[in-house]
């Protein structure tokens, strides 16, 4: 097997409450895991058993209690991204690393349009064919996910939540960066919308992105996994 | 943000601490800023946070440590050890300073162009159409109307003085740029255009900030990283969204959770 685009070790979660007596919530515990380009795995288990803490942790939102989550790009230097300075994640996020939420924190008054090329945007600084092909790639991606070009203009914030879902989407996977966590990307999705996503998702596994995802919809994780895990198997088991 | 790594960090705090009689306002606070960043400060007021960007804006002399800045020249330069004038010309060339209170940051009486132009007159621009054309792009760039520009800001807006406040301190294409309570005094509203505003240019000039606010989405919209800071101390760093989502300080955890969401 070739070298690992992701490897998680010994990987602990556990949350500790301050203000209510120190409680200790134990969310995860001993995660090991390899992950390789061209894979996308799901991650499956009933709801509050850490699917999505565990994106969390490999988006390094989240700090890990214990072990350590490596991350391998090419020739580029192995990162602990446990270990991570603020600013190496802040570069991993911008090229390496992308995240769709199930929601979008939308920004105020930026246009749909511009928040879609932004990722795209941010690397074009100021060289105006490249910012030219952001907005024209950015145009692409959101006809594709269907949504009206009347909107495009205007700042997500009045959108639907399936509206918004799918600006998300398009702002996340515009920029093809190798590692993409999604959790529940098609949850407020109607069928047309959904059946993209997994086209887009597929068209990701073909370039050698590795994808690490939680589906609410079991068809449409059945449709794009390569291979599926139960998180549950990473609970402690005192 | 080019991660050269051999190169030192803009700006590298160490140890800074501060008292005023027997009360510690600050103690041994340390971080880098790189070109590019953007640190909010975030704490009750009393926390120390606007002490701590007050001694590093080398406004206010503290009774320990260093702050060090990396000149144009690639030479990192004690910010306490420059002269007087040295200091002076680094505050009005590479630095701004932008005041919660935009009358402490604005000539209130003298025209909005000219408010704009000062620095650049201050730097030996002399050519009056210049200095004008200089002030109407800022203008527009702060979205004031440039028709404007033979007022005085005493006639303006809190957002709009706030708006020109920042054309006043960017028009030399400062690389680091303290900011103090910016949006706070102003209504919800006319803050969501200033943070808009200065979320844009920050990226866009590839400027460093270090801006101290209590409001955390502030915090969130506008900073890479966060520092947060409780009786004079920083009692936890790290990336915005890790402070926010995750907090591990009691305090933090106190602070995070008291925020009403909207």
Redesign the interface.
């Known amino acids: 097997m070739n070298t690992a685009l992701l490897e998680l070790k010994g990987v602990a979660k556990r949350f500790t409450l301050h203000h209510q007596n120190g409680a200790e919530l134990p969310v995860l515990d001993d995660v090991n895991l390899r992950i390789g380009r061209g894979e996308c795995v799901v991650l499956d288990g009933p709801s509050g058993m850490g699917k999505s803490t565990l994106l969390k942790l490999i988006y390094a939102n989240y700090r890990a209690s214990a072990g350590s989550i490596v991350l391998q790009d090419g020739a580029a230097p192995a990162v602990d991204l446990t270990l991570a300075e603020p600013r190496t994640l802040v570069q991993l996020r911008r090229h390496t690393i992308g995240y769709v939420s199930q929601f979008l924190r939308a920004i105020p008054r930026v246009p749909a349009l511009d928040v879609v090329a932004e990722p795209l945007a941010e690397d074009a600084g100021d060289d105006e064919a490249a910012l030219a092909r952001a907005r024209e790639e950015a145009r692409r991606w959101l006809a594709r996910l269907r949504i009206p070009e009347r909107l495009w203009h205007l700042p997500p914030a009045t959108f639907s939540g399936g509206e918004q879902q799918r600006i998300n989407i398009a702002r996340n996977m515009i920029k093809p960066r190798p590692l993409l966590l999604l959790d529940e990307p098609t949850a407020s999705l109607d069928l047309a919308n959904a059946r993209t996503v997994i086209e887009l998702i597929h068209e990701a596994i073909a370039r050698g992105a590795a994808l690490v995802g939680i589906f609410h919809d079991a068809e449409v994780g059945a449709a794009v996994a390569t291979r599926r895990i139960d998180v549950s198997q990473f609970r402690r088991t005192a | 943000?080019k991660?050269s790594s051999n190169a030192p960090p803009l700006l590298q705090v160490r140890g800074i601490g501060k008292r005023y009689g027997e009360r510690v306002a600050l103690q041994d606070a340390a971080f880098d800023l790189?070109p590019g960043?953007v640190l909010a400060v975030v704490g009750e007021s009393g926390s120390g946070k606007s002490t701590l960007l007050n001694a590093v804006a080398a406004r206010s002399r503290p009774d320990a440590g260093s702050v060090a800045f990396l000149g144009r020249d690639g030479v990192q330069h004690d910010v306490f050890a420059l002269g007087e004038a040295q200091r002076r010309l680094l505050a009005r060339t590479d630095w701004g300073f932008v005041h919660q209170d935009a009358a402490e940051g604005l000539r209130m009486d003298v025209s909005a162009g000219a408010n704009v132009g000062e620095r650049l007159m201050a730097l030996g621009e002399r050519h009056y159409g210049r200095l004008r054309a200089t002030a109407t792009e800022w203008l527009q760039r702060v979205e004031i109307d440039p028709a404007r520009i033979d007022e005085a800001p005493r006639v303006f807006s809190g957002g709009m003085r706030q708006r020109l406040q920042i054309a006043r301190n960017l028009v030399t294409r400062p690389r680091l740029v303290f900011m103090d309570e910016p949006t706070s005094g102003l209504d919800v509203s006319v803050q969501?255009?200033l943070?808009?505003l200065l979320?844009q240019l920050t990226?866009q000039m590839q400027l460093a900030a270090i801006v101290v606010t209590h409001d955390l989405a502030v915090a969130r919209?506008l900073a890479?990283?966060m520092l947060v800071m409780q009786r004079g101390r920083v009692v936890e760093?790290?990336?915005t969204?890790?402070v926010l989502?995750?907090p591990?300080?009691?305090y933090t955890?106190?602070l995070v959770?008291s925020v009403l969401q909207p």
Request: proline fraction near 4%.
């Open positions: 943000m991660s790189w960043e969501a255009r943070l808009d979320r990226r919209l890479h990283r760093t790290g990336l969204d890790q989502d995750d591990q300080h009691p955890q106190l959770s």
